[in-house]
Each structure stands twice: as structure tokens, then as C-alpha cells.
């Protein structure tokens, strides 16, 4: 697995990239505190926001954090699943990173989340709007001047110019 690979899957984050994460998401907070729009850092940046659900609250959030930032989103419906062959799912990764700069799976399988992540060549993060997600943490650590959706959208901001901006 690729080094990137690697980084999109880990299951909790390096103290080194929670504080390069912390520091870009405060960044973004106190632009939006001196009421400065945010920096188009991911205009002319294709995101893919892949889901076997459809539209969700995760989604939502992502798409927002993207644009925001200047990015182009296009939200997916994966017929992925543990019976797809494995030649179907990696000429299904090979086009997604032919296609997008970064990938980001909501409610998808890890384990093909994974495989897409080996195959694909670009970033792909794995429930990264998800509660559950170890940058979720991280939105509390901005404090109460903003609230906690802006909070949430800052560190996601903050993953999204890391991974491609």
C-alpha cells in the first residue's frame, strides 16, 4: 500500500497531522470570526463524494466544506460490495483517481474503501464527516467562539486542503 493509501486509512491521527490539522481548521475559524470569506485554496479541484446511501448528513457537510473552499463535488451512488470482483472494483479505483483529486467514501465498507484507496492514486478518506471519524475529535478542540457544525467544517476544510489542495 502506498504511503497515501496509508494516510487516508489511519485509524487515528499522528500527533504531528492533528496539530498540522488543528492549526489550518483555527486558520479558517478566525477568517470566518473577521468575517473574511475563505481562501478558494481547492478552485479547479474535483472532489468525489462516493455513498452507498445516497444523500446524508455527512454528505451535506462535505459538499459544503468543499466548495466553500472553490472545489468542483460530484456525489456518487456506489453499487460497490465484498461480492464485486476485484477487476470491476480496481478499474472502478483507476477511473475515480483518473477523474477526481481526492475521493472521500461515506458508509461504505473499510475494507473496500481500502482497496479502492490501493488503486486509485489519490486520496481517499474513509467516513471522514462521520462522527466517528478520529477529526471529529479534533472540532472540539476550536472551542465555543464558532459553533460546532463550523467547527466540524473547518477541520474537514482543513483535511481536504491537506490531502489536495
Known amino acids: 500500500m502506498s504511503n497515501l493509501a496509508m494516510h487516508s486509512f489511519a485509524a487515528a491521527l499522528s500527533p504531528q497531522k492533528e496539530a498540522s490539522l488543528l492549526g489550518r481548521a483555527r486558520l479558517l475559524q478566525r477568517a470566518a470570526l473577521d468575517g473574511t470569506a475563505p481562501p478558494r485554496l481547492l478552485r479547479g479541484k474535483n472532489l468525489g463524494l462516493l455513498s452507498e446511501a445516497g444523500d446524508s448528513a455527512a454528505l451535506a457537510l462535505l459538499r459544503q466544506a468543499a466548495e466553500e473552499l472553490g472545489a468542483q463535488?460530484?456525489?456518487?451512488?456506489?453499487?460497490?460490495?465484498?461480492?464485486?470482483?476485484?477487476?470491476?472494483?480496481?478499474?472502478?479505483?483507476?477511473?475515480?483517481?483518473?477523474?477526481?483529486?481526492?475521493?472521500?467514501?461515506?458508509?461504505?465498507?473499510?475494507?473496500?474503501?481500502?482497496?479502492?484507496?490501493?488503486?486509485?492514486?489519490?486520496?481517499?478518506?474513509?467516513?471522514?464527516?462521520?462522527?466517528?471519524?478520529?477529526?471529529?475529535?479534533?472540532?472540539?478542540?476550536?472551542?465555543?467562539?464558532?459553533?460546532?457544525?463550523?467547527?466540524?467544517?473547518?477541520?474537514?476544510?482543513?483535511?481536504?486542503?491537506?490531502?489536495?489542495?
Open 73 to 165: 463535488v460530484a456525489t456518487m451512488r456506489s453499487s460497490l460490495s465484498p461480492a464485486t470482483p476485484v477487476q470491476e472494483l480496481q478499474h472502478t479505483a483507476r477511473m475515480l483517481g483518473r477523474l477526481y483529486d481526492a475521493v472521500a467514501c461515506e458508509g461504505i465498507d473499510a475494507a473496500l474503501v481500502r482497496q479502492i484507496g490501493q488503486h486509485a492514486g489519490i486520496p481517499v478518506h474513509d467516513g471522514a464527516a462521520a462522527d466517528s471519524h478520529p477529526t471529529a475529535a479534533l472540532a472540539g478542540l476550536l472551542g465555543e467562539r464558532t459553533a460546532a457544525a463550523d467547527n466540524r467544517r473547518f477541520v474537514l476544510q482543513a483535511l481536504l486542503i491537506e490531502s489536495i489542495g
